[in-house]
């Protein structure tokens, strides 16, 4: 009675080893071999996490980081009112405070005061300033069709915003 049970604790080991036992020595080699295995992963999951947790600055935000490239959107609409066509350039104002570029902010912040004459000039101001028209629509408004025209422009360094995450903010129904 006593053969069976020690073949069975000896094939168990073996099995979770996977690897067959002919002596202490390389029993010893195969626990060593496991240990540095399972220590080796744990090592590794430990220095994903760490790279993937987020850092916190001085102030107790989150860390932000910049992203390479991307776009700035901004809107032209063009109504007629009172027999006068009126010409907007509008963009948000996290626009502002998405890039250091002062060249670029002072740009914007002329287009968005200048009154165009008619489109074909707004279009080509924006043009030379590197926007490019990337959907148009014709609406419906309070003084008859509104043409809208969403614009981009290409930019090379974004800081990522977070704007539900300053203390301002506020939600659609303007609580906190």
Known sequence: MDLPLVVFLDLQLNAFFLLPCDSKEKNDMKSLMFTLG???MAFTLTAQDARLSSE?????????TNIRSGEFYGTLVAFTQANNELVRFNIDDIV???TRDQD??????????????NVTQALNVLASHGWVVRSTMVLRGRHGDEQ?????RPTDNIMPMSPWLEQSAKGRSGQK
Not at 104 to 117: C, I, T, Y
Not at 148 to 152: F, I, L, Q, T
Request: net charge positive; no cysteine.
């Open 38 to 40: 399972a220590l080796a």
């Open 56 to 64: 916190q600055d001085a102030r107790g935000g989150v860390y932000r």
């Open 96 to 98: 502002m405070r998405a």
């Open 104 to 117: 670029f902010l002072k740009a914007v912040e002329s287009l968005r005061n200048f009154r165009f004459d």
């Open 148 to 152: 809208h025209y969403v614009m981009a």
